[in-house]
């Protein structure tokens, strides 16, 4: 994993590892049985592979790698000191180095290989590597949940008779570059892309390496990877399930090879991460099917119900891939080489604290008599949102946030011209990441609605 060789687009830690791994259980020779350092060894083969399959894809490009091809031969040479070998990770309870069997206690990375595991410290020299890899392609990590964020599955017998109508339109999962419906009659199942997801993860692509991580098994994430990503140029082996993790039911950045400075996630729910929250952008759930709502106890009617579908142009996807962008932006603005102090969790909160820039919110019979008002969670969210709380009203305050129409706050609000919303105002913007209208959040949506269903609960 030579930073000075050249890398492809879309090339990662975890690729290289991979690509190690194929090429050493390929091998016809027994040279594993010799101790070599991990900083050269390691390198000169992952730097090898590389260059055999940049020779393969773009062979035009061979005549640049002249002096990968040098680096590569001179780091070989230097393998033939026989330092010990310090056993940085196994492949069943074989090190992978020096062929000796050993018992490593480290992060198991099954999603690579099965059986693969580093030691603690060979994970961060590897994030460190990777690190500089990306900045000199100017790329950061994302990692992507699956269910109710790019796609959204049910299974076939829990269709309700108002969506069988969706099995005439399913594609053929033999070619799913086009469409965005599948069934999938060997898992019966079915499933619905987001809408704006291809151009999404397109976009993404660009500027980040991507990791798949879903709570759903192995086989589940693999076919889910196909439809996304049929020619697997985004994803590669980063696919990660549940199968992978560390933690029972949680999910956590410590499978993933990248600095945690230089990682965003994608998921649509905020406790699978109780790690890693600063990293997370929590993206509105995608309720395609009515089990899906049914799941979270919504009484709404689904998307497939009501034969609609989230907006391409200025659906939720779209409003993440300019929050993304924003990010991106701000890490490597003024293209300094070096990038060592830049951290994508406070670039996150900096642009989440435009969304709500310039409001003065005054709540309103929203939080319990007895509690302190600066301690729910909705004045931490308006506040992370960039808007100033307050608890009084003045002259100053733009937004009164009520459940109720006839606060005495409320008249004020409606006396003094000032926006009167419910708290869905709140949470749609913190979800959409994006200022909603006022107009569509006014308090008789909850005589019409009922202040359970206007809420975007999570």
Known sequence: MSVASDSPVHSSSSDDLAAFLETELDSDSDSSSESFPIETAHDAEVSNHRLKRQKLEHPEDETENVASVTFSEEISEASSSKLPCEHPGTFGNMCFVCGQKVEVTGVSFGYIYKGFKLQQDEVTRLRDMDMKALQSQRKLCLVLDLDHTLLNSTVLRDLKPEEEYLKSHTHSFQDVSGGDIFMLEFMHMMTKLRPFVHSFLKEASKMFVMYIYTMGDRPYARQMAKLLDPKGEYFGERIISRDDGT?????????????????????????????????????????????????????????????????????????????????????????????SSRDVRSLLKQVRKEILKGCKVVFSRVFPTKSQAEDHPLWRVAEGLGATCATEVDASVTHVVAMDVGTEKVRWAIREKKFVVHRGWIDAANYLWKKQPEENFGLEQLKKQGADDVTVEK
């Open 247 to 339: 933690v029972k039911h949680q999910k956590s950045l410590d499978v993933v090879l990248g600095q945690e400075k230089a990682v965003l996630i994608l998921d649509d729910t905020e406790n699978a991460w109780p790690g890693h929250k600063d990293n997370l952008i929590v993206i509105e759930r995608y309720h395609f099917f009515a089990s899906s709502c049914k799941q979270f106890d919504h009484r709404f009617q689904s998307l497939s119900q009501l034969k609609s579908d989230e907006s391409e142009p200025d659906g939720v996807l779209s409003a993440v891939l300019k929050v993304l962008k924003q990010t991106h932006s701000l890490f490597f603005q003024d293209g300094g080489e070096d990038l």
